[in-house]
């Protein structure tokens, strides 16, 4: 199993420019997330999806969009990148039990993004 | 709202010396308390989880409901613990994780 696979692994933008940043995972995963990682602020969590067709919002998910499809897939969008979108973003996954997420989240490698 | 404090950015020790790397959580409910750790170069992993009540790697963390605090310890540091830790909550009764802001461990030989 490759687990959660990120791509690219780093992008350059320009302000205004708009990008897709792929997710997947080939473990049968309902649960996927994005978080994104600044210095001095942890990882915070940018949207999520509880399965197949259902995502909601996280702590800070302006500027960005998710649609979730299939269960492999979670790409995020950024519409109209801005410098204040510079970060490092993680994708993660995890199985459920009767309907929760289950305690343990899987990481992927990260995308390192710079808006310029 | 849930909200969970890693009070230090950086914590350095010697080799063997004790470890211990504090996570304070505000929640009213049941939490469920876990510890990332992210190695140089790798990804961000789980290291242990309250409720498993285990040891790994030598490292120890007990739930502590009246203080509500996590903090992670470990009797002798070794080099290979350098790394950036994170604290992280889950209410019972949603899917999201809360993160702390880190803890950046070193361990000078």
Redesign the interface.
Known sequence: NAGVTQTPKFQVLKTGQSMTLQCAQDMNHE?M?W?RQDP??????IH?S?GAGITDQ??VPNGYNVSRSTTEDFPLRLLSAAPSQTSVY?C?S?Y?IAG??Y???F????TRLTVL | AQRVTQPEKLLSVFKGAPVELKCNYSYSGSPELFWYVQYSRQRLQLLLRHISRESIKGFTADLNKGETSFHLKKPFAQEEDSAMYYCALKRWDTDKLIFGTGTRLQVFP
């Open positions: 649960y997330s978080y001095g602020m942890g990882l915070r969590l999520y509880v996280g702590e993680f993660a995890s459920t929760l997420t305690n343990e989240q990481f992927g490698p990260g």
